[in-house]
């Protein structure tokens, strides 16, 4: 935003954009800068819609329930990689856990949703 609107320059805009793609797609982009974070507005289990905060909530209160967070709680996720044909809410990961064990993100959908 800042190349384009302050230095009014769309040409480095694009580059600087083709450059970002370009690291998010082989893999050298920092974990932090990939997490999602929503509030938790009310009980999980109360939720009818399945929203990826909502439902990593209640798969970490699944692992251990006294570090899962709670209402009024920010959830942190990251989305990775699942069977073709997943629902995003399926596919949201807790960050630490997704270090500690390793687990690929799914950098496709940061492309298609998040950079487009």
């Known amino acids: 935003m800042n190349i384009i609107l302050i230095k ?4 480095a805009a694009i580059n600087y954009c083709k450059g970002m ?8 982009i920092d974990l932090s800068l990939l997490v999602i974070t929503k509030g938790l507005g009310k009980r999980t289990e109360e939720t009818q819609n399945k929203a990826a905060h909502v439902e990593l909530a209640n798969k970490m209160r699944e692992r251990d329930e ?3 967070p709670n209402v009024g709680d920010r959830v942190a996720y990251v989305m990775v990689k699942a069977v073709k044909g997943s629902k995003n809410y399926e596919k949201s990961e807790d960050p630490l856990y ?11 959908f940061y492309l298609d949703n998040q950079i487009k």
Do not use: H, T
């Open 8 to 11: 009014k320059d769309p040409d």
């Open 21 to 28: 793609i370009s690291d998010l797609l082989q893999n050298r």
């Open 66 to 68: 006294a570090s899962a």
């Open 98 to 108: 997704v270090l500690k064990n390793n687990i690929p993100i799914d950098y496709n």
